[in-house]
T-cell receptor, first 112, second 117 residues
Framework: GQQVMQIPQYQHVQEGEDFTTYCNSSTTLSNIQWYKQRPGGHPVFLIQLVKSGEVKKQKRLTFQFGEAKKNSSLHITATQTTDVGTYFCAGIGSGNTGKLIFGQGTTLQVKP | DTEVTQTPKHLVMGMTNKKSLKCEQHMGHRAMYWYKQKAKKPPELMFVYSYEKLSINESVPSRFSPECPNSSLLNLHLHALQPEDSALYLC????????????????FGPGTRLTVL
């Protein structure tokens, strides 16, 4: 079945350092969504990418969708303690009925 | 109102109990979802309702029974659960499964933390 692999599993950074998490799919994706889950919280939608090679920015966050629509990345510039949480990518395969295939998540810890 | 609410927040039940989880949204969304999330794992899809009809059942055991009484409400009926069913149960909703050819963002509720003894 379709899988979405996400690395790294954990990342510890010093506040002010940059952070990147990567997702790779075994098949071409229709689109990819990114969610953030704070400790003890629930997933919160961040962004959706639908076009090949698309790049979107939200303040310090930069999201990319690969040219082949099989990989994606989230880059955070100058991390802050408020960035702590688990970041999930979630892909939807072409022809799929709406099921999000979540990556395993990357848990970010930021040391002040 | 831009939130999904879930009750109860916490639930402890025995293996012979029958209980229900409730989810409500007033955003006019026509797709609603149940997910199960174990600690340090991603959410796993259980069921999808689209326009109050069951659209996806991810081969979930029959001890979990979903119900969508109307477009705003989603229930999950629980019966004869096992300890391994202990998890965070998340409800989510989206405008529809698809809009304009693309899948919609999902709004998650805070979840019900279920413990089965």
């Amino acid at each position: 079945g379709q899988q979405v692999m996400q690395i790294p599993q954990y990342q510890h950074v010093q506040e002010g350092e940059d952070f990147t998490t990567y997702c790779n799919s075994s098949t071409t994706l229709s689109n990819i969504q990114w969610y953030k889950q704070r400790p003890g919280g629930h997933p919160v939608f961040l962004i959706q990418l639908v076009k090949s090679g698309e790049v979107k920015k939200q303040k310090r966050l930069t999201f990319q969708f690969g040219e082949a629509k099989k990989n994606s990345s989230l880059h955070i510039t100058a991390t802050q303690t408020t960035d702590v949480g688990t970041y999930f990518c979630a892909g939807i395969g072409s022809g799929n009925t709406g099921k999000l295939i979540f990556g395993q998540g990357t848990t970010l810890q930021v040391k002040p | 109102d831009t939130e999904v609410t879930q009750t109860p927040k916490h639930l402890v039940m025995g293996m012979t109990n029958k209980k229900s989880l409730k989810c409500e949204q007033h955003m006019g969304h026509r797709a609603m979802y149940w997910y199960k999330q174990k600690a340090k794992k991603p959410p796993e899809l259980m069921f999808v309702y689209s326009y109050e009809k069951l659209s996806i059942n991810e081969s979930v055991p029959s001890r979990f029974s979903p119900e969508c009484p109307n477009s705003s409400l989603l229930n999950l009926h629980l019966h004869a659960l096992q300890p391994e069913d202990s998890a965070l149960y998340l409800c989510a909703s989206s405008q529809a499964l698809r809009s304009g050819g693309h899948y919609n963002e999902q709004f998650f509720g805070p979840g019900t933390r279920l413990t089965v003894l």
